[in-house]
């Protein structure tokens, strides 16, 4: 048998977090992250996995909870703070956090150090989710394709309509 990293043994769906393929695309001032699709990159079909890298003074992301992907994130370099529901914490090189369904799990990375911050979040994934960010008052629905794509769509809790909205009786 050949030791790890010898190179003999040909192996499909390798990413490496030392060596991220960050997503092209520009992101809105106070979210200037860069995320890298690792769970994407490998096929995953029910794992979802991204690597992070928030520069000092913004966030990776909006405060939110998903109702159907549990999320797990682990720092891997900087201190970033964690927003939730109980209020804030800065966490430390090495630590991992877990996110429930429902609003329990809410949660936001920000950095407010002064050298980038590094986190990998994983996730469950693979089936359609819905999300809600309570500082906007939207609702995202979408599926988790392992290639990406898919339906993905935001709303506005304040545009919802009553069940019956625009549905004709049937035919008799």
Known sequence: MEGRGSGSVEVTGVANVYRPDFEEGERPE??????ARIGYELGAETIGASLWEVPPGQAAYPFHFHYSDEELVIVLRGRPTLRTPAGLRELEEGEAVRFPLGEEGAHQIINRGEDPAVFLAISSSGHPDVVLYPDSGKLGVGERLPRGGGLR????????????????????
Not at 30 to 35: D, E, K, L, M
Not at 153 to 172: C, I, K, R
């Open 30 to 35: 106070g979210f200037r992250a860069r995320r």
């Open 153 to 172: 769509a935001f709303f506005h809790l304040s545009d919802g309509v009553d069940y019956w909205d625009g549905e004709p009786p049937p035919e008799v």
